[in-house]
C-alpha cells in the first residue's frame, strides 16, 4: 500500500491512524509481531524517529505491546481492537451524515436513502 | 556532544555578509533540513563544516574539532557540483574512495550501482548529468560516517532516483550519526527529516521539529517555508 500524508496533521499521527486502521481491519492480525522500526520506517517513506514516536503512542493506546528483545506486537485484546474499529465507523458515520448535512438531507430522508441503496444491492446480487 | 556545532560563526565575502553569528547544534541521531532561499548561506555553511572556507568569526566544530584533516574522516560530503576527476570509470573511483577512506563500504556501494543501473567501466565524462549526481551521491552514502553533509542531493535526479534516494537515507538511518540535507525540494524530502532550519540572509530564522510545524501551524514545513519566504 501506497502512504499518502496529508499536509494539515504531524506525520507521526497520520501513522498511528494508518497502524490502527490496518489492526482493526486485519491487516496486522492479533498478536502478529510488526516489523522493525527501520523496515516500517522505509515502508512508509519516514524517517524512523517519527515511526519510533508512533508506535509509541500505539503502545500507549494498548495497540501494540512490547517485548524487551523480541520485538513489538500486535495486541491480542479485542475488546481493544473493537473499541478502535467502532471509533472509526463513528467517525465515517459522523462524516457521513455532515456531508449530507451540506446537501441539505434531514435523517429521515437520509436513513431512507440508505434503505433504498440497501434494496439496490440485494437485487444486483 | 553535538556532531556539528556553531557558535556566532560568521563568513563574508568582500562586502557581503555570506553567514552572520549563526549558532546552533546538531545532535547525533537527526536528520536536518537545512532549507533556505536561493543565496541564503546554505552551501557557505556547508563548506565552513568542511574546511573548504574558513570563518571570518566564531567558530564551527565537528564533535568538538575545528574542520581539518581528522574531522574529515568523519564528515562525508556530497558538494553542491560535480567534483569527481571526468577521466575516472566509475571502479577507479570505488579504489580511490577506498584509498581515502577508511569508513568506505565498497560492498554497499556497489549493490547501490546495480540497483541503479550505474556500469562500473563507465566513465564521467561519458555519463549524464543525472547519472553523475547519482554516482556522486552512492560513493558519498557508503561511507560510514558520523556526519553526512548532502548539499542538494536531489536536484538533478528523476522522482524514481529521488525515491531510491531518500529511501537509502532511511535504510542507512544510524542513530549516532547526524545527516543534513540541504535542499529547495522540500516537499520530496518532507517525510524523511527530524528537525528543519529556516536560514535567510546568512541568518538562522527557525529551528523546528517537522511536526512541530505541522501541530503548531496546520501546514507541511512545504507550505509554512513559502508563508516565510513570500517574494
Not at chain 1, 502512504?3 to 504531524?10: E, K, M, T, V
Not at chain 2, 557558535?7 to 555570506?18: E, I, N
Request: charged share 30%; proline share 4%.
Amino acid at each position: 500500500m501506497e502512504w499518502i500524508f496529508r499536509s494539515d496533521l504531524p506525520i507521526y499521527s497520520q501513522l498511528v491512524e494508518r497502524i490502527k486502521l490496518g489492526i482493526v481491519s486485519g491487516s496486522f492480525r492479533p498478536g502478529e509481531r510488526l516489523p522493525s522500526v527501520r523496515d516500517m520506517a522505509a515502508e512508509a517513506g519516514v524517517n524512523p524517529n517519527t515511526m519510533q514516536r508512533a508506535l509509541q503512542e500505539l503502545e500507549r493506546d494498548g495497540m501494540v505491546y512490547a517485548q524487551r528483545t523480541a520485538g513489538r506486537f500486535v495486541t491480542e485484546d479485542m475488546r481493544v481492537i473493537e473499541h478502535t474499529k467502532k471509533q472509526f465507523a463513528e467517525e465515517q458515520i459522523r462524516s457521513f451524515l455532515d456531508a449530507m448535512g451540506k446537501l441539505g438531507y434531514r435523517r429521515e430522508e437520509i436513513l431512507s436513502l440508505l434503505a433504498e441503496e440497501k434494496e439496490e444491492e440485494h437485487g444486483n446480487t | 556532544m553535538a556532531i556539528l556545532e556553531c557558535r556566532d560563526l560568521s563568513k563574508r565575502f568582500g562586502a557581503v555578509q555570506a553567514l552572520d553569528t549563526v549558532s546552533l547544534k546538531i545532535e547525533p541521531g537527526r536528520v536536518i533540513g537545512l532549507l533556505g532561499p536561493n543565496g541564503s548561506g546554505k552551501t557557505t555553511l556547508l563548506k565552513l563544516a568542511n574546511g573548504l572556507l574558513t570563518p571570518t568569526g566564531g567558530e564551527i566544530l565537528i564533535e568538538g574539532m575545528a574542520p581539518g584533516n581528522e574531522t574529515k574522516s568523519a564528515v562525508s560530503y556530497l558538494p553542491d557540483k560535480p567534483y569527481l576527476a571526468e577521466w575516472m570509470k566509475v571502479r577507479q573511483l570505488l579504489d580511490f574512495f577506498q584509498d581515502f577512506y577508511a569508513d568506505f563500504d565498497r560492498d554497499k556501494a556497489m549493490e547501490m550501482l546495480l540497483r541503479l543501473n550505474i556500469d562500473e567501466n563507465m566513465r564521467i565524462k561519458e555519463m549524464s548529468k543525472g547519472t553523475r549526481e547519482k554516482t556522486q551521491l552512492i560513493l558519498v552514502m557508503s561511507r560510514k560516517a558520523m556526519l553526512y553533509l548532502l548539499d542538494e542531493p536531489i536536484g538533478g535526479v528523476d522522482p524514481a532516483t529521488r525515491d531510491y534516494i531518500l529511501d537509502t537515507i532511511i535504510r542507512n538511518y544510524n542513530p549516532e550519526a547526524a545527516v543534513v540535507i540541504s535542499t529547495h525540494l522540500i516537499a520530496d524530502v518532507e517525510q524523511v527529516l527530524d528537525d528543519v532550519i529556516f536560514i535567510n540572509q546568512g541568518k538562522i530564522v527557525l529551528e523546528s521539529s517537522v511536526d512541530q510545524i505541522r501541530e503548531e501551524h496546520g501546514m507541511s514545513v512545504d507550505q509554512y517555508f513559502r508563508e516565510v519566504f513570500r517574494c
